[in-house]
């Protein structure tokens, strides 16, 4: 069987193809009797398969030309997965620690073969409806993003190495426009895609597309979005693309990537942390409340752009003196004139990311695709009575993004919403 042309994989040729495969037949001893193979793929784009045997595991990822989900008549360049493949070894590079290790790359077939994040790792969506604790996520999501969007920013690069890996990840557009779309477009008007949970949200979803302020603050992000070049970004990164234990944090998933705004990032994970919070009391049983656990999200809101802030600043002062060329050694050349320009850095990219986070809430109630979050709530009507908190606030913070000083001020503002 030969795999010099794209054809999409199943159990059988798969084994096939790890066979003819070094890089990834070394990884399972080159022993095939005992493999156990499952597609878990339960994503909207792609094939994953997971691929166990008594020596050894890998994850072999699949991109499709169409999206899965709808089918063929939705097509999706697969060259995706060479953008994915490519921003998972530059992240890796960065921190390795959170996110796994690629072991092979194959642009033809489309498809990466990668480190199997064995159990207990699950999706971290699945993890806070289940309302479990992760006493080292702050940590980990803070260190993982101040890595990786710093040292592919200018504050590190000079600016023709920016400008070349930008050039390249220009060519992830597709991708880009699916964003362009169903974040910064459906939601504010009436497209086929959209829906909520009706009857109780119709009249919500319709206040949205009518909301005059909205759309002014939402054309800003879309712009910025669409035009800053700011860092290598994963693009996607929701409480779906980060797998956990209680002590391992990895970010999985970044097909979307691109070079964009650093708030993109940081909000995507924020506002999904928020819609957790939100959702818990759709989850909350006589025997436990999740008053606890929700103060524990609201914790983890605080500590992860705290911790954030603090890391990025301290990769800032340890580079200063590299070959960035954002801030130029000799001309920003005081301590006061370097401190200046950090808090008002930090101040844009804490506003960018409050106003991307709140886009990310508001199209995951009333556009394309929803989250199990609130999906798992049974009932409509509670469901929908989570929903709307999170909506409410979700506008508040979009069009009142600039007036929050600190986290702290944030999550003051949830805590009243709720």
């Given at each position: 069987m030969s795999f010099d042309e794209f054809k999409p994989l199943n159990e059988k040729s798969l084994v096939e193809y790890i066979k003819a495969t070094p890089a990834?037949?070394?990884?399972?001893?080159?022993?095939?009797d005992d493999l156990v193979i499952k597609e878990v793929g339960d994503g909207n784009l792609n094939f994953v398969f997971i691929v166990v045997g008594s020596t050894g595991s890998l994850v072999i990822k699949q991109a499709l030309p169409y999206i899965?989900?709808?089918?063929?008549?939705?097509?999706?360049?697969?060259?995706?997965?060479?953008?994915?493949?490519?921003?998972?070894?530059k992240h890796g590079g960065l921190s390795p620690d959170h996110v796994p290790e690629v072991y092979h790359f194959d642009r033809t077939m489309a498809l990466i073969g990668m480190r199997y994040l064995e159990p207990p790792h699950i999706i971290l969506r699945k993890g806070l409806v289940a309302g479990i604790q992760y006493p080292f996520l702050a940590e980990h999501m803070a260190d993982y993003m101040a890595k990786t969007l710093f040292f592919t920013s200018l504050l590190y690069h000079d600016t023709t190495?920016?400008?070349?890996?930008?050039?390249?990840?220009?060519?992830?557009?597709?991708?880009?426009?699916?964003?362009?779309?169903?974040?910064?477009?459906?939601?504010?008007?009436?497209?086929?895609?959209?829906?909520?949970?009706?009857?109780y949200l119709?009249?919500?979803?319709?206040?949205?597309?009518?909301?005059?302020?909205?759309?002014?603050?939402?054309?800003?992000?879309?712009?910025?979005?669409?035009?800053?070049?700011?860092?290598?970004?994963?693009?996607?990164l929701h409480t779906g693309s980060v797998m956990v234990t209680q002590d391992s944090t990895q970010v999985?998933?970044?097909?979307?990537?691109?070079?964009?705004?650093?708030?993109?990032?940081?909000?995507?994970?924020?506002?999904?942390?928020?819609?957790?919070?939100?959702?818990?009391?759709?989850?909350?049983?006589?025997?436990?409340?999740?008053?606890?656990?929700?103060?524990?999200?609201?914790?983890?809101?605080?500590?992860?752009?705290?911790?954030?802030?603090?890391?990025?600043?301290?990769?800032?002062?340890?580079?200063?003196?590299?070959?960035?060329?954002?801030?130029?050694?000799?001309?920003?050349?005081?301590?006061?004139?370097?401190?200046?320009?950090?808090?008002?850095?930090?101040?844009?990219?804490?506003?960018?990311?409050?106003?991307?986070?709140?886009?990310k809430m508001i199209r995951r109630i009333v556009g394309v695709a929803h989250v199990e979050d609130f999906e798992s709530i049974k009932e409509d009507e509670e469901r929908a009575v989570c929903e709307r908190k999170a909506l409410e606030f979700g506008k508040m913070l979009l069009k009142e993004r600039r007036k929050f000083k600190c986290i702290g001020e944030v999550v003051s503002a949830i805590q009243q919403q709720s």
């Open positions: 990834l037949s070394s990884r399972l001893g080159d022993k095939y899965r989900c709808i089918g063929e008549s939705w097509p999706m360049t697969k060259e995706r997965a060479y953008f994915e493949a490519t921003t998972l070894r190495e920016h400008k070349r890996a930008v050039t390249e990840f220009c060519g992830n557009v597709e991708l880009c426009r699916l964003t362009e779309q169903v974040v910064f477009s459906d939601p504010y008007r009436v497209s086929t895609f959209n829906r909520w949970t009706s009857p119709d009249d919500d979803a319709k206040a949205v597309r009518e909301d005059s302020a909205l759309k002014i603050e939402i054309a800003e992000l879309k712009s910025m979005f669409c035009e800053r070049a700011q860092a290598l970004i994963h693009g996607d999985i998933d970044p097909e979307f990537s691109f070079y964009g705004p650093m708030g993109f990032d940081i909000g995507a994970y924020l506002g999904n942390l928020i819609l957790a919070f939100f959702a818990q009391d759709g989850h909350a049983t006589e025997g436990n409340d999740r008053k606890e656990y929700k103060q524990w999200i609201l914790r983890t809101i605080e500590q992860t752009w705290n911790m954030f802030n603090k890391r990025f600043i301290a990769l800032w002062d340890q580079n200063k003196d590299g070959p960035g060329e954002a801030y130029l050694a000799d001309i920003y050349n005081s301590t006061e004139v370097m401190q200046l320009v950090q808090e008002k850095y930090m101040r844009s990219l804490f506003h960018d990311s409050l106003g991307f986070g709140a886009a």
